[in-house]
């Protein structure tokens, strides 16, 4: 999960995007959050699965 790491960041944003939303994440009232998360996306021991939900109308 590479959604909070610097290399993931600046692959899905950009070096522009990565730019903004570290400028906005470090704003007094957003860094507290900023910061948790940060930490909790690049913990080694977090190990993050997903569920697919795959849905079909009837035909």
Same mark, same amino acid.
């Given at each position: 999960m590479?959604? *909070? &790491?610097?290399?993931?960041?600046?692959?899905?944003?950009?070096?522009w995007?990565?730019? =903004? =939303?570290?400028?906005?994440?470090?704003?007094?009232?957003?860094?507290? *959050?900023?910061?948790?998360?940060? &930490?909790?996306?690049?913990?080694?021991?977090?190990?993050?699965?997903? =569920?697919?939900v795959?849905?079909?109308?009837? &035909?």
């Amino acid at each position: 999960m590479t959604l *909070m &790491s610097p290399r993931g960041m600046l692959r899905d944003e950009g070096f522009w995007g990565t730019i =903004i =939303i570290i400028r906005n994440g470090l704003q007094k009232e957003n860094r507290a *959050m900023f910061k948790k998360m940060f &930490s909790f996306f690049n913990h080694p021991d977090v190990k993050l699965d997903y =569920i697919a939900v795959c849905s079909k109308k009837p &035909s």
